[in-house]
């Protein structure tokens, strides 16, 4: 990161702006989000499709303890979408993606993660929207949110986060 300095120059613009900023990053890369939540702490940064670990292995670690570590920042947040192309695209089922919802879940905490579609690269996996949506639906829900937590993860955090004045 520190032979990069024209993105810190440019996360600072983000910063300054109050412009919110998505990383796209693998699991090797995840050590670095610590290193720029603390040197940017206004702005707000989300981990899209949960770094996409590598759900197919059924590989935890070290996916797990740096998701930890990204999660004690409380301007880092986390979007639970992307895992069924992670998975085995022919056959994943919900028990492949629970433990790694559970995790973003207990780390982030529901007003920290939110959900996204990952349309249409989502087609690779499943042929529907709806049945990929049903899925993160029941993994987050069996994670026993509450009614709340539910409308967090699934509209509330995006609609924050993104400032895009949603009602209802």
Known sequence: ??????????????????????????????????VLAEKFPRLKMVIDHIAKPYIKAGTLDPWRQDITAAAKFPNVYCKISGMVTEADMENWKLADLQPYVQHVISAFSAERCMYGSDWPVLKLASDSYANVHSAYFECVKSCGCSDQELQSIFRDTANSFYKLKLEG
């Open 1 to 34: 990161m520190a032979s990069l300095p024209i993105v810190y120059v440019d996360l600072g613009i983000l910063e300054k702006r109050d412009i919110p900023f998505d990383l796209l990053l693998r699991p090797q890369h995840l050590k670095h989000v610590p």
